[in-house]
């Protein structure tokens, strides 16, 4: 049993190679896509029913947890295309992982001098390119909503303060700092998510190889619910990044009930929705 580290090549188109990640990525890209159109085909006047209704109540609830978080049901709104793509599309990629014939269905390919098997499956989420794309999706996400919002000079305001507004440039500093962490965000969304997914699939290719008869039944339904927790866990730490992003930040030491409304908001987020030890960009005066 060989275990990749990165996604393995099945064929080219040109120059440009498709590996079992590509390809499956692909499938869930356009099978996604049919039934989306398919559950629109369907949608009629009168009650819906079915399908139509676990779909419903699945995209109610994600938008409600996102109204939670944005306390703002049009930002919410906004927000809900992107969110729900990212938590739809990184959910059934995730659960490719657990297909029958992970890492045993393939083609023997000679690769550094040796016969190895290339499998057909693996999941897009357990190839490090996937995850660095959605993280760089998300993260200029946050800027491009900060910058409709607050506009140009109002978001990166936030990171780029002039000398002569803080003591002992002492915001400048932390702006700088608070700009390289938000970038940062890359590698932490993108291992996260990676590093799960990938020892979720090696994990499963072990016991399968140790205890092929129904040994690996627990861990498929633990696989289940890390790939249904690593999707809710970006999606919503997304929400959160973008919520701040467009916060408006008012001139401190005013006290104004909105401003003071405005602070208890941002503070709630940063507690509840942020991993420990990570901090937003702050304000500055």
């Not at 029958?100 to 083609?107: A, D, F, Q, R, W």
């Not at 992003?245 to 005013?254: F, L, R, S, Y």
């Amino acid at each position: 049993m060989t275990v990749s580290l990165a996604a393995e090549p099945l064929f080219s188109l040109g120059t440009l190679p498709v590996t079992n990640a590509v390809l499956v990525g692909v499938v869930v890209f356009v099978g996604l896509v049919a039934a989306a159109l398919m559950l629109r085909s369907k949608i009629t006047v009168g009650v819906p029913g079915g399908a139509i209704n676990l779909v419903e109540s699945i995209l109610e609830m994600l938008l409600s947890t996102i109204g939670g978080i944005t306390h703002d049901r049009k930002k919410a709104e906004e927000f809900f295309p992107l969110i729900a793509t990212f938590f739809l599309f990184i959910l059934f990629s995730n659960w490719t992982g657990i297909l029958p014939g992970l890492g045993s269905v393939g083609v023997y390919k000679l690769i550094h001098g040796e016969i190895e098997l290339v499998p057909f499956l693996r999941a897009p989420s357990a190839d490090l390119n996937f995850t660095i794309a959605l993280a760089l999706l998300s993260v200029f996400a946050a800027q491009w909503y900060g910058m409709k919002h607050l506009g140009f000079f109002g978001h990166w305001g936030k990171f780029f303060v002039p000398p002569w507004k803080s003591p002992y440039l002492i915001g400048s500093f932390v702006g700088i700092l608070e700009l390289v962490s938000e970038f940062a965000k890359v590698i932490s969304f993108s291992f996260r998510l990676f590093g799960n997914v990938f020892a979720g699939e090696i994990l499963l290719m072990v016991v399968g190889s140790l205890a092929p008869q129904g040994g690996t039944l627990p861990f498929l339904f633990l696989e289940i619910f890390v790939g249904l927790i690593q999707a809710l866990v970006f999606a919503l730490l997304t929400t959160v990044f973008l919520t701040i992003a467009t916060m408006e930040h008012g001139d401190e030491g005013h006290g104004s009930a909105d401003e003071e409304k405005h602070v208890a908001h941002e503070a709630d987020i940063k507690k509840h929705y942020l991993p420990a030890g990570r901090q937003a960009p702050a304000q500055h005066a």
